[in-house]
């Protein structure tokens, strides 16, 4: 019903930049929030920063005033900025979105994840 589907991880070094996109498609009626986890490996997976429909946003404190959300509603499309990006950033990134269906189903969906590495 819904496809998530995540671009540009890789390789950065400490202090670089890295830019997340996620692109919902199907049947879509109404996209709530949307969101980035990720899990590095051993550790839980972790919200690292939200959106919702009115553009209100939410970081980990870990992210703070390095990481911005943003989100295109035309395109169904989750942006996560990442500046001055730290060896302790590498994970595994997921978007993740909570959406109504056509149809009036309201369920969470997630991207295949994308690897983000940090290192020099």
């Known amino acids: 019903q819904v496809q998530l589907v995540e671009s540009g991880g890789g390789l950065a070094q400490p202090g670089g930049s890295l830019i997340l996109s996620c692109a919902a498609s199907?049947?879509?009626?109404?996209?709530?929030?949307m969101g980035w986890y990720r899990q590095a490996p051993g550790k839980e997976r972790e919200l690292v920063a939200s959106?919702?429909?009115?553009?209100?946003?939410n970081y980990a404190d870990s992210v703070k005033g390095r990481f911005t959300i943003s989100r295109d509603n035309a395109k169904n499309t989750v942006y996560l900025q990442m500046n001055s990006l730290k060896p302790e950033d590498t994970a595994v990134y997921y978007c993740?979105?909570?959406?109504?269906?056509?149809?009036?189903?309201?369920?969470?969906?997630w991207g295949q994840g994308t690897q983000v590495t940090v290192s020099s």
């Open positions: 993740a979105v909570n959406c109504r269906v056509v149809g009036g189903v309201t369920g969470d969906y």
């Open positions: 199907g049947t879509i009626f109404s996209i709530n929030r």
């Open positions: 959106i919702t429909s009115g553009g209100s946003t």
